[in-house]
Nanobody, 120 residues
């Protein structure tokens, strides 16, 4: 059974950096992420869940306007892991960050989220 597990969240001061990881334990090495479009989403209290970044099976990326130039999404298919490198964090980045995977079959997966808090 495929599951996604996020890690790397925490409490940081404005201007700090964090790297989030999304792993898929229980899958064969390289077999899941190599065929999946991956994304990072976030949801702040009282707000809708929103897209942060996407990366396709061929490595094409796109970012939400608020994080452009600060966040980078990348993947290591052999390790079934996708990352979100976050730099110059701002208080408005505070949210629970979720990993998402979409497979060609139409099956989608979500992780349980990791908390990112940016505060002085």
């Amino acid at each position: 059974q495929v599951r996604l597990v996020e890690s790397g969240g925490g409490l940081v001061q404005p201007g700090g950096s964090l790297r989030l990881s999304c792993a898929a334990p229980g899958t064969a090495s390289g077999s899941f992420f190599s065929s999946s479009n991956m994304g990072w989403f976030r949801q702040a209290p009282g707000k809708q869940r929103e897209l942060v970044a996407r990366i396709s099976v061929v490595g094409r990326t796109n970012y939400a306007d608020p994080v452009k130039g600060r966040f980078t999404i990348f993947r290591d298919n052999a390790k079934n892991t996708v990352y979100l490198q976050m730099r110059n964090l701002k208080p408005e980045d505070t949210a629970v960050y979720y990993c998402n995977a979409d497979q060609p079959s139409g099956q989608g997966y979500w992780g349980q989220g990791t908390q990112v808090t940016v505060s002085s």
